[in-house]
């Protein structure tokens, strides 16, 4: 009897609903696979949105996808569940992975440790903009307010980011390397990901466990995309990977 096909749950990037991953969705179930997107708090229509009165943390966010986790094993135990994490979204899986139950497989697209250094201009004026905008508006304001990195941000999280950009150390226990199978995908002129960034979120990892793709060049179909966010319009190329990832990944849990 052939194995069930996983079912995916999209993580998003910072400040995108759910609603923007319906055409990745879609990709996945096209190929047999079943596909979710999962809340971002405070960026769903019915939800609300950070306040001075209204703040939550990483690790709220992490807790978020957890329990979808366990409603997923609950809803289809047969299935595998995997974890793709977008941007924002991939921290939140290495998160979950290290502090719950891990999951069968977490792949990321343009997830990173966004140490600044990583970044351009030896990311001097990103540590000069979040090192002032974070802390003075959620010290004004008690979040931050749009536009400032997709904002309306909150005042815990965003502050627990701008550390991480800060220090290159991510707001969760690192106790331990993850050794879920993990598919790391990096784009092509990604500046908000750039390459260096998702080697450091590798690092979280099992060297063994981990599988790099470098999305570039002759890979890239006619009118894809590798913008950090608009690939997501276009996914079909990196679906299609993710696929062809599952069956032959790098050390598979059968001993877990």
């Given at each position: 009897m052939p194995a069930a096909a996983p079912k995916v749950l999209i993580s998003p990037a910072m400040a995108i609903g759910s609603g923007y991953y319906r055409p990745l969705v879609e990709a996945f179930e096209a190929r047999g696979w079943e596909a979710r997107g999962l809340g971002r708090r405070g960026f769903e229509r019915d939800g609300v949105r950070a306040s001075r009165r209204v703040d939550w943390s990483y690790s709220d966010e992490i807790d978020d996808l957890a329990a979808a986790v366990r409603e997923a094993r609950a809803e289809r135990p047969e299935r595998p569940v995997l974890v793709l994490g977008h941007s924002l979204g991939a921290q939140l899986a290495a998160g979950h992975e290290l502090t719950h139950e891990p999951v069968d497989g977490v792949v990321t697209v343009g997830g990173t440790l966004p140490y600044f250094r990583h970044y351009e201009y030896g990311g001097l004026p990103l540590a000069a903009m979040v090192g002032t905008v974070v802390p003075l508006t959620t010290l004004a304001l008690g979040y931050v307010p749009k536009p400032a990195f997709g904002g309306p941000g909150a005042r815990t999280l965003m502050r627990e980011w701008a550390r991480m950009v800060l220090t290159g150390r991510?707001?969760?226990?690192?106790?331990?390397?993850?050794?879920?199978?993990?598919?790391?995908?990096?784009?092509?002129?990604?500046?908000?990901?750039?390459?260096?960034?998702?080697?450091?979120?590798?690092?979280?990892?099992?060297?063994?466990?981990?599988?790099?793709?470098?999305?570039?060049?002759?890979?890239?179909?006619?009118?894809?995309?590798?913008?950090?966010?608009?690939?997501?319009?276009?996914?079909?190329?990196?679906?299609?990977?993710?696929?062809?990832?599952w069956p032959r990944r790098t050390r598979a849990t059968a001993s877990r």
């Amino acid at each position: 009897m052939p194995a069930a096909a996983p079912k995916v749950l999209i993580s998003p990037a910072m400040a995108i609903g759910s609603g923007y991953y319906r055409p990745l969705v879609e990709a996945f179930e096209a190929r047999g696979w079943e596909a979710r997107g999962l809340g971002r708090r405070g960026f769903e229509r019915d939800g609300v949105r950070a306040s001075r009165r209204v703040d939550w943390s990483y690790s709220d966010e992490i807790d978020d996808l957890a329990a979808a986790v366990r409603e997923a094993r609950a809803e289809r135990p047969e299935r595998p569940v995997l974890v793709l994490g977008h941007s924002l979204g991939a921290q939140l899986a290495a998160g979950h992975e290290l502090t719950h139950e891990p999951v069968d497989g977490v792949v990321t697209v343009g997830g990173t440790l966004p140490y600044f250094r990583h970044y351009e201009y030896g990311g001097l004026p990103l540590a000069a903009m979040v090192g002032t905008v974070v802390p003075l508006t959620t010290l004004a304001l008690g979040y931050v307010p749009k536009p400032a990195f997709g904002g309306p941000g909150a005042r815990t999280l965003m502050r627990e980011w701008a550390r991480m950009v800060l220090t290159g150390r991510p707001p969760f226990p690192q106790t331990r390397p993850i050794d879920t199978p993990a598919l790391l995908v990096s784009l092509e002129g990604d500046r908000l990901a750039p390459s260096p960034s998702v080697d450091a979120l590798g690092g979280l990892f099992e060297p063994d466990v981990v599988t790099r793709w470098h999305f570039a060049g002759d890979e890239v179909p006619e009118r894809a995309s590798t913008d950090h966010i608009a690939w997501v319009r276009t996914p079909d190329a990196i679906v299609d990977g993710v696929v062809a990832w599952w069956p032959r990944r790098t050390r598979a849990t059968a001993s877990r």
